[in-house]
């Protein structure tokens, strides 16, 4: 079982930069690929970025690519997504999840966090 919480998330503007935090419980929680996916009012959830369990592979959106970094400690059991030179359009609840394969397919992830808003102002 993994217990994930999001937070970091918040106000910020086109051009800036925002780090959110994905903290994890649970003893397995480094065998576990982890992913960000966001959901916009009125949209589907949308793949944003996965990591593998070791950190070795990740994978972005092509919306995404060169300006978000996802990376993970697993000692501190937490992922982190950064995100530099958003856009309004990268507006939405962000979720991040858990998965034993490595999957851009949000119903491939048996656990996920809350959500952080994170809203871009142009």
């Known amino acids: 079982q993994v217990q994930l919480v999001e937070s970091g998330g918040g106000l910020v503007q086109a051009g800036g930069s925002l780090r959110l935090s994905c903290a994890a419980s649970g003893r397995t929680f480094s065998t576990y690929s982890v992913g960000w996916f966001r959901q916009a009012p009125g949209k589907e959830r949308e793949f944003v970025a996965v990591?593998?369990?070791?950190?070795?592979?990740?994978y972005y959106a092509d919306s995404v690519k060169g300006r978000f970094t996802i990376s993970r400690d697993n000692a501190k059991l937490t992922v982190y997504l950064q995100m530099n030179s958003p856009k309004p359009e990268d507006t939405a609840v962000y979720y991040c999840?858990?998965?034993?394969?490595?999957?851009?397919?949000?119903?491939?992830?048996?656990?996920w966090g809350q959500g952080t808003q994170v809203t871009v102002s142009s």
């Open positions: 990591i593998s369990w070791g950190g070795g592979s990740t």
């Open positions: 999840a858990a998965t034993q394969g490595y999957n851009t397919d949000p119903s491939f992830y048996a656990y």
